[in-house]
């Protein structure tokens, strides 16, 4: 087990407090946001973009513009927010930045500093809601590529591909530019044909009651054998049901608009481009495709603002949303739900619908560790009609684990070793077991020993609060020690951290330090140090002896006589009995012989 706690939330952000093996020094990259990377359908105004930030954050910045390149460089005329020096945002509502656009991809950033560094977040991406009145269900320039067409080749010498407008004579609007799709038999040279088909499937949302279809059009053609055709389909392909065609009569730099208008419940729909030109014709070179609803009376809206929280206590995910808005009666709304982020190829599926006054849903149907998407449309009656869909909000299931540890250090002072840990929630916690293990030596990679429990810190039992925690380990000789965490539930389940080395260099050299203080009255502290065996070259432990002597020579006092280690120690000496004066304390060990004075004051 892991005894990290992933923080989560439905409104985060965030990359992220690191993983117990690998202790987050500074604020980690947030976690993900609610507005997921490729959220679509977000709301033009209203719309609210919130996250959580990694534990130790100071202040944080965020950055907002239509502009990537500037988001990513975090340049400062997209900055929005500035918390400099001790504010921390963990929300921003984008109607104070003026009303978004319809139908276009906007871009932000949080960066989050801590004491010692910053960390700033990926640049994500959202798309705006298009104009319900002319909602536009698919738009292509070909600047990204054919992702979104499949080509077929019915016998042709070329078919449908992609040109550059600046590589070929193409005749288009001014409003055509880079990369367009052709089908050019032209290009590929004499006795050349092409029959050729390019389609694209696309969805259409909410009540409308036709299409608009319209592109940058270069129709050449030479004979009464060449003809373009643009067809629809309905059913997946089993029927074709023709928008326009072209003959032999040129239709050159061209902007085309043509509708189909229709009465069914579907929404899925095929469009393609054939184009027959059996010899070596011209072309047909189309950009800028778009296709929009067209008949809408007063829109349907859905809700501006769909939130999701993730609820690990009761495994589920809490919904909420404001009303929508309907010419007709709204009867209720229907939830939808999909695996994974708003960008991943799974669909959408109901999970709900809700009466017109239920404005929250519970979804139990969740796991642990998993990522979820949500939409919902407003509902109405008495056709049955229904809006488009709201803005795609994203929660984060964690897997719930007891500690969220957010640190486990050490520091070494003379021959103690001090562990210190922190962390920022508890569940259930009972205590912490300290374990150890010692390595050989300095100069082993070896162990000598097993894993044996030093000691136990009781912990909080169940808090959101950060808490500290410490234990000192003393009087050790010097070596390498591993230490680990043993976390204990109430019911006996455990987890282990991570594993920290701490090394206690040895001595170089044989020492014997100045008591202190001195002079004093009764107890003073004395140091020596004994080097190790490498550099001594003798038998590991050494017989060390320290005596107290007066002026004359006797001796008053033994504080140590027996073999040691290599190592640093203290001697506390009381001198209740001994009047005030000046005193000796020698210290034998092996060839070693030091003396030094200290002196008794009452």
């Given at each position: 087990m892991n005894i990290k706690r992933l923080l989560f939330s439905i409104l985060v952000f965030l990359f992220i407090l690191n993983p117990i093996n690998n202790f987050a020094q500074g604020p980690g990259e947030p976690f993900h946001p609610m507005t997921a990377p490729g959220a679509r359908g977000i709301s033009i105004h209203l719309h609210i973009l919130f996250w959580e930030n990694p534990a130790g954050t100071i202040y944080n910045e965020v950055y907002f513009s239509d502009d990537p390149a500037l988001v990513s460089a975090m340049d400062p005329s997209v900055k929005i927010l500035d918390g400099y020096p001790s504010t921390v945002f963990d929300s921003v509502s984008l109607n104070l930045y003026g009303q978004l656009e319809y139908y276009k991809a906007y871009y932000w950033k949080v960066v989050e500093y801590d004491s010692l560094s910053f960390s700033p977040s990926p640049t994500w991406n959202f798309t705006s809601r298009y104009n319900p009145t002319s909602p536009i269900f698919f738009f292509d320039n070909f600047e990204d590529g054919l992702l979104n067409w499949t080509i077929t080749n019915e016998g042709g010498d070329c078919i449908w591909d992609l040109f550059n407008l600046s590589s070929r004579p193409y005749t288009l609007p001014p409003?055509?530019?880079?990369?367009?799709?052709?089908?050019?038999?032209?290009?590929?040279?004499?006795?050349?044909?092409?029959?050729?088909?390019?389609?694209?499937?696309?969805?259409?949302?909410?009540?409308?009651?036709?299409?608009?279809?319209?592109?940058?059009?270069?129709?050449?053609?030479?004979?009464?054998?060449?003809?373009?055709?643009?067809?629809?389909?309905?059913?997946?392909?089993?029927?074709?049901?023709?928008?326009?065609?072209?003959?032999?009569?040129?239709?050159?730099?061209?902007?085309?608009?043509?509708?189909?208008?229709?009465?069914?419940?579907?929404?899925?729909?095929?469009?393609?481009?054939?184009s027959v030109q059996p010899g070596w014709d011209w072309w047909w070179v189309v950009d800028n495709f778009k296709i929009s609803g067209d008949g809408a009376l007063t829109p349907m809206l859905p809700p501006g603002l769909l939130k999701a929280r993730a609820d690990t206590s009761d495994l589920a995910v809490n919904l909420t949303w404001g009303s929508g808005s309907s010419p007709d009666p709204i009867i209720g709304y229907r939830i939808q739900k999909k695996n994974g982020l708003p960008t991943d190829a799974s669909n959408y599926v109901t999970i709900a619908e809700t009466n017109s006054s239920t404005f929250s849903f519970i979804d139990e149907g969740v796991e642990l560790n998993k990522i979820y998407t949500y939409h919902i449309s407003t509902l109405s009656g008495p056709s049955g009609g229904s809006s488009i869909f709201s803005n795609e909000a994203t929660a984060y299931v964690p897997p719930v684990v007891p500690v969220e540890l957010l640190s486990f250090t050490s520091s070494t002072v003379d021959n103690d070793i001090t562990l210190l840990w922190t962390t920022a929630t508890e569940i259930n916690n009972s205590g912490f077991e300290i374990e150890r293990e010692q390595v050989s030596s300095p100069q082993s990679a070896g162990s000598n020993g097993e894993w044996q429990t030093i000691g136990f810190i009781p912990g909080h039992g169940t808090t959101s609060e950060k808490q500290s925690y410490s234990f000192k380990d003393e009087n050790l000789s010097s070596g390498k020690y591993l230490y680990r965490l043993k976390q204990i539930d109430y019911d006996?389940?455990?987890?282990?951290?991570?594993?920290?080395?701490?090394?206690?260099?040895?001595?170089?050299?044989?020492?014997?330090?100045?008591n202190y203080p001195n002079p004093f009255n009764p107890t003073t502290k004395i140091k020596y140090t004994i080097p190790s065996v490498t550099l001594r070259q003798a038998q590991s432990d050494i017989l060390v002896s320290l005596k107290v002597f007066d002026v004359l020579g006797n001796e008053v006092a033994t504080l140590v006589n027996e073999f040691k280690p290599a190592g640093e120690y203290n001697i506390d000496f009381t001198a209740v009995s001994l009047p005030s004066g000046v005193y000796f304390y020698q210290l034998k060990a092996g060839e070693f012989i030091q003396t030094r004075k200290m002196i008794l004051i009452k």
């Open positions: 409003s055509a530019t880079g990369n367009v799709l052709a089908a050019d038999a032209d290009y590929c040279g004499s006795g050349s044909s092409t029959l050729t088909t390019a389609s694209v499937t696309f969805l259409t949302e909410g009540l409308i009651f036709g299409l608009k279809i319209e592109w940058d059009n270069d129709w050449q053609a030479i004979s009464n054998e060449d003809f373009g055709y643009v067809d629809i389909s309905t059913d997946q392909g089993t029927t074709w049901i023709n928008i326009t065609t072209f003959d032999q009569v040129d239709v050159r730099n061209t902007h085309e608009e043509h509708y189909y208008y229709f009465y069914t419940s579907t929404n899925n729909f095929i469009l393609r481009l054939v006996g389940s455990f987890e282990y951290s991570n594993t920290i080395e701490v090394e206690i260099t040895a001595p170089l050299e044989f020492s014997l330090e100045q």
